[in-house]
Nanobody
Framework: QVQLVESGGGLVQTGGSLRLSCQASGRTFSRDIMGWFRQSPGKEREFVAAISENGVNIVYANSVKGRFTISRDNGKNTVDLQMNSLKLEDTAVYYC????????????????WGQGTQVTVSS
């Protein structure tokens, strides 16, 4: 069993920055590929970013490429998402996740989700 707890969401103006963090527990974190997804009201949950077990391989959704940075610290069992140049359309609940769905970008193939953290970007 894996527990994922996100933190760091909040309200920010367009062009601003936020850093999300996900604390994992329950099994060997360094063996898990980790990712972030997000969901806006009325929309399906969508893939944001993924990072491999050793942090070498990273993938981003086109919509966040160049603005968001995913990183992990296997010593602390954390995975972070640094979000810069935030846009109104980045407003969503952001979820930390692990499972095959992080590789395929399919929420239905995720094994474990965090509870989510709200990010609101205002003009």
């Amino acid at each position: 069993q894996v527990q994922l707890v996100e933190s760091g969401g909040g309200l920010v103006q367009t062009g601003g920055s936020l850093r999300l963090s996900c604390q994992a527990s329950g099994r060997t974190f360094s063996r898990d590929i980790m990712g972030w997804f997000r969901q806006s009201p009325g929309k399906e949950r969508e893939f944001v970013a993924a990072i491999s077990e050793n942090g070498v391989n990273i993938v981003y959704a086109n919509s966040v490429k160049g603005r968001f940075t995913i990183s992990r610290d296997n010593g602390k069992n954390t995975v972070d998402l640094q979000m810069n140049s935030l846009k109104l359309e980045d407003t969503a609940v952001y979820y930390c996740a692990t499972g095959l769905g992080v590789i395929t970008a399919r929420p239905t193939q995720i094994d474990y989700w965090g509870q989510g953290t709200q990010v609101t970007v205002s003009s």
